[in-house]
Each structure stands twice: as C-alpha cells, then as structure tokens.
C-alpha cells in the first residue's frame, strides 16, 4: 500500500481508515502487508495488527505538490530496501494522486502493474473554483497519469466511477467499483446523551445536529449554517455541532454570526476520535451536505451509531427515505430534510437502524476485502 496518510501515521481524511483497516483486514486473511506512509512523528516502522508500517520522513518545505515529490522520492528508495529484507511485492496499490509518482517510477523500472483507488477528484473537491490554480492542474495532470499508467482502477461508488471516466477517459476494462467500510461496532458507544450535551454547555434534551468533516467548499458546512436559521424557525431548541478544519472555518462561523444563530452552533474545529464518536453517539441527526461526496465514510460511521442521516443528493450510498433523506445541495431543501428528521426522531431513528444492517451485509471489511483481492487477481 502507498499512501500519503493512515490511522497510524499522518491523520488527514477518509483515506486513514480505509488504507489501514483494509491493510488489517488483508493481513488477517493471512496476505503479507505493507503500508508505505509519511511518518509524521512516528518511528520509521511498526508492525501493528500483523500490517507493516514502513513510514517515511521527507522534507517539508513547499506547496502539496512539492511535499508529494518528496515523499515520493522517499518511499522509493524505502522500498528498494524493504524489498531486499523481505523479498519482491506482487501487489503495489496506490491510493489518490499523492504517491503516483513513485508507482509510476517502480512500474517502468520493474514492469511491475498496480492498482490505484480514486477516493476523489481535483474536481470534485473544487469544482471549477480553482481551475487556473498550477498546483490543482498538476494534481490533476497526476490523477490523468494514475488512469493511464494503471493496470486496474478502484472507485468506491458508480458515481465517482462517472466523474473519473468523464475526467480522465479510462476505458472500461479498468474500472472496478469497490466501496468503502467499516467495522461493524465501532462507533457504537453506550452512553447519556444528555450528559454529553450538558458537558458542552447544550441543554441534555436539546436535538442536536452535528456535521464532521473538512470545513472545505466540496463538504457544504456553508450549506448547513444557512439552513440554521430555517430550521430554528420552527425547532427553536435544536442546536448544530460542527467538527473539522478547513479553510472555510472562518467563514461559517462569521456566517453564523452574521446570521444571528451564533449562539446555536457550536464549532469544535479538529476533534480527537474519541471526541467524535462521542458526538456521534449523543446527536439526534447527523447532515452530510456535501457539494459533491465519493462516498461518505460520515455515513457508515452514522448508520453504525444507529442515527438518521440528512444529506445531499450527492451522497452515492443512501436510499432515499429507506437509510436517510436526500435532498437538493441548498439551505432551503437541507432545512426542510432536518425539519423533516426532527418532526419524528422515533421514526427516523428506523433509517439509520436500517443502514445499520448494511453494514453487517454489504459494508464489511470483510466483503470489501474480498473483492478487492478480485481486483488484485486481475493483474
């Protein structure tokens, strides 16, 4: 595995869980595991859970797309000196643009095939916003390179496959839908909501909305702070929990401010995961009102606490009034679906007890697992 970041190493996003519990769940089957990473402020190796933690340290300086040169560069020669202590690799997967570089150098050198997981696009996460910036046209001249020079090509959901294939022309034959997971049991926390939300200054039996995620323009936390005030209109004691970094944190909470619902919203920036699951365990909704969403591990995370989930339509995984409720990525719509989810907390509890039971059926690690060994079987 390359990767710029995992659970135990550098922390960042979606990706952390997905490499290290998927390298976790490989090893248990018995497949020997290597996860090559930045080493942050941990030591250079590791062996946890039978996985190798083989970290990298590379220098700092400069925008992504220079720190990224430099951890390629160190992963490369890592490997050349893993690879003589424990013998050739007959897998290198890759995962997002940050390491194709050093996939890239090690495919020609060895003509070695590998296997890349999109999780996300330049363009998804910006749009067009950014469309004359270098660094995102280099990041996406990087993500055209991964589609031409691998093998085989991992998307988490038929919508991300679309948005890949219009972006970069793979051809068919690549493309492999592999969809994230979770283990089933780890957010479910048994705990008193109210306890939690009194700790936080809330009232213990105030509904409580609470978004996670980067406070970036794709995860829509501006969508969500406009709907406050809607949604107050009619549920004046519901109260909205935000958790995340991101360039739009100032933003939303000036927006906040602006709005005159500052005293509703409650912005906790960068949480540890305890603080999180906690969270997710004391909400009574938790709002997904992302731009534009791959995947969403939020919503496994969500239907394994058992908690409804309002989100955008551009959630790929939810079945509309089944495992949550979808709607338009506007501040009108998004109130109406918190307004909607709140009206009858009994009710829609159902929806994430329901999504619940997917991840027992279709998003386990040891489904995702499985097929991601197919995939590997390709080469």
């Not at 700092?60 to 050739?88: H, P, T, W």
Request: with cysteine; hydrophobic share 40%.
């Amino acid at each position: 595995m390359f990767s710029w970041e995992s659970m135990h190493s550098v922390k960042v996003g979606g990706i952390s869980p997905h490499v290290s519990e998927l390298s976790y769940s490989l090893a248990k089957m018995g497949h020997e595991v290597h996860v090559f990473t930045r080493a942050g402020n941990f030591t250079e190796y590791e062996n946890i859970k039978g996985v190798h933690y083989q970290r990298v340290k590379h220098e700092q300086s400069g925008g992504i797309v220079e720190q990224m040169d430099a951890m390629c560069n160190a992963m490369y020669e890592r490997y050349n000196v893993v690879k003589d202590l424990f013998g050739e690799f007959d897998v290198l997967h890759g995962h997002d643009w940050h390491p194709v570089n050093v996939l890239v150098r090690i495919g020609k050198e060895e003509d070695k095939p590998f296997v890349l997981t999109y999780h996300s696009t330049e363009y998804g996460r910006n749009g067009n916003v950014f469309a004359e910036w270098w660094e995102a046209k280099e990041i996406s001249r990087r993500e055209w390179l991964a589609g031409y020079e691998a093998s085989q090509i991992i998307v988490t959901s038929e919508r991300l496959k679309n948005e890949v294939q219009w972006l970069y022309q793979i051809p068919e034959y690549k493309m492999n839908i592999v969809p994230n997971a979770i283990f089933e049991g780890k957010t479910k926390r048994n705990l008193d909501p109210g306890k939690v939300k009194k700790k936080y200054g809330l009232h213990p039996f105030a509904p409580v909305i609470l978004f996670v995620g980067r406070m970036a323009y794709q995860k829509g936390p501006d969508i969500l702070v406009r709907a406050v005030p809607l949604v107050l209109d009619v549920h004046w004691g519901a109260r909205f929990v935000l958790i995340g970094e991101g360039e739009m944190r100032m933003h939303c909470e000036w927006l906040a401010q602006s709005l005159g619902v500052g005293d509703a919203c409650l912005f906790l920036g960068y949480c540890s995961e305890g603080t999180k699951y906690e969270w997710l365990n004391a909400c009574d909704v938790v709002a997904v009102p992302s731009r534009n969403e791959p995947f969403g591990i939020i919503v496994l995370e969500a239907w394994d606490a058992e908690k409804p989930v309002v989100a955008t339509e551009a959630v790929p995984i939810i079945d509309n009034f089944k495992t949550g409720i979808l709607c338009h990525p506007t501040p009108e719509s998004f109130a109406w679906g918190i307004k909607y989810a709140l009206g009858d907390l009994l009710q829609t509890k159902e929806l994430g007890k329901a999504g619940r039971r997917l991840i027992h059926t279709v998003y386990s690690w040891e489904n995702v697992s499985k097929e991601t060994l197919n995939v590997y079987r390709k080469l």
